[in-house]
C-alpha cells in the first residue's frame, strides 16, 4: 500500500508561484510512476505533469509546459511541481499520483493510476 499527502496549495494573484509537494510512504517510491492531475468544480480529472521512474523523463500537458516543472526525490520519497505565472484557468484540486511501471501512452490517463493522495486547493485570482 502506497500513502501519499499533498501539501503547498493556497490562494496566489495571477502571475505568482506555487510549490507542492507530495509524500511517500508505504512502499519503495523509487520503482512507481508518478504524476500531477487536477480536476475543477464540474470537469473531468485532467493530467498535468509525469515523471517516469525507470528514467525521470518528464513530461507535461500543453497548458503548463514551459511554466510548471515536475520533480522527484528518491532520498526523501517527495515528488514536487513548482508552479510559476500562473493563471486563473490553474484554479483546481490537484492530486498527487502513483502506479506501477506503465507504458507512455497510459501516462497521462488517470485512470491507470493507483494511488492518490487526498488532494490540494489551487486557487489563482486575476
Known amino acids: 500500500q502506497v500513502h501519499l499527502v499533498e501539501s503547498g496549495g493556497g490562494l496566489v494573484q495571477a502571475g505568482g508561484s506555487l510549490r507542492l509537494s507530495c509524500a511517500a510512504s508505504?512502499?519503495?517510491?523509487?520503482?512507481?510512476?508518478m504524476a500531477w492531475f487536477r480536476q475543477a468544480p464540474g470537469k473531468e480529472r485532467d493530467f498535468v505533469a509525469a515523471i517516469r521512474t525507470s528514467s525521470s523523463t518528464t513530461y507535461y500537458s500543453d497548458s503548463v509546459k514551459a511554466r510548471f516543472t515536475i520533480s522527484r526525490d528518491k532520498a526523501t520519497n517527495t515528488l514536487t511541481l513548482q508552479m510559476n505565472s500562473l493563471k486563473p484557468e490553474d484554479t483546481a484540486v490537484y492530486y498527487c499520483?502513483?502506479?506501477?511501471?506503465?507504458?507512455?501512452?497510459?501516462?497521462?490517463?488517470?485512470?491507470?493510476?493507483?494511488?492518490w493522495g487526498q488532494g490540494t486547493q489551487v486557487t489563482v485570482s486575476s
Open positions: 508505504g512502499h519503495t517510491f523509487r520503482n512507481f510512476e
Open positions: 499520483a502513483a502506479s506501477g511501471r506503465m507504458a507512455l501512452s497510459a501516462l497521462r490517463n488517470h485512470y491507470m493510476y493507483n494511488y
